[in-house]
């Protein structure tokens, strides 16, 4: 993903003069690079990307870092840039025990922990279907900001929107389908005489 690229198309799309650099003095660059900063950060942390998700090592933190009184002896530090935790590891066995507090997460297990986290991915890993949505989010902030058109501002987020809808399914085909969880009890509720 090229950040300039995608700037550009929004201020040309918009109307607006398009510049020549990143932190190009101008009103439109700064329009453009508010919507474009904060369409980035909003995406990546609203769905789990695959090109956004990564598993990290978790280091311990001294039992003194450590707030919980339900795993006090057992705590590591979360990834400082992380949007949000997808799953924790023991080795490569996925467990579900564990406390958060802060950054840091406690568990039984006093090591080989890791964390399956969700993070803003490196420019060049966006999905091509994703850069569109983030040039169209860009191109609301540049109508509002810079032609004040809130109306034809908020058909561009719509539009935005119903592309995420889209680009999600497609690129969440990339992993293998789960089945969904059926609970015995509910089923058994249903199918219950009477």
Not at 1 to 6: G, P, Q, R, S, Y
Not at 45 to 71: C, E, G, I, Q, Y
Not at 155 to 179: F, I, K
Request: charge should be negative; include cysteine; charged fraction near 25%.
């Amino acid at each position: 993903m090229d950040k300039l690229t995608i700037i550009n198309n929004a201020l040309v799309a918009t109307g607006n003069e398009p510049v020549n650099v990143l932190n190009d003095p101008s009103d439109e660059y700064r329009a453009a690079n508010a919507a474009f900063d904060r369409t980035v950060r909003f995406l990546a942390a609203r769905h789990t990307w695959p090109f956004a998700m990564t598993t990290d090592p978790l280091t311990r933190v001294p039992d003194a870092d450590n707030k919980s009184r339900r795993f006090s002896k057992n705590g590591f530090r979360l990834p400082p840039d992380m949007f949000h935790l997808k799953e924790v590891y023991f080795g490569t066995c996925i467990f579900t025990e564990y406390e958060i507090i802060g950054n840091v997460l406690s568990c039984n297990f006093d090591s080989d922990i890791y964390a399956a986290v969700v993070k803003a991915p490196a420019d060049a890993q966006w999905h091509p279907m994703a850069e569109e949505v983030i040039t169209r989010y860009v191109e609301a902030g540049c109508l509002r900001s810079l032609n004040e058109d809130f109306a034809e501002a908020s058909r561009r987020e719509q539009s935005a929107e119903l592309l995420l809808e889209e680009t999600r399914s497609h690129v969440d085909q990339q992993n293998p389908g789960r089945n969904t969880y059926k609970s015995k009890i509910a089923v058994a509720r249903r199918s219950r005489r009477v």
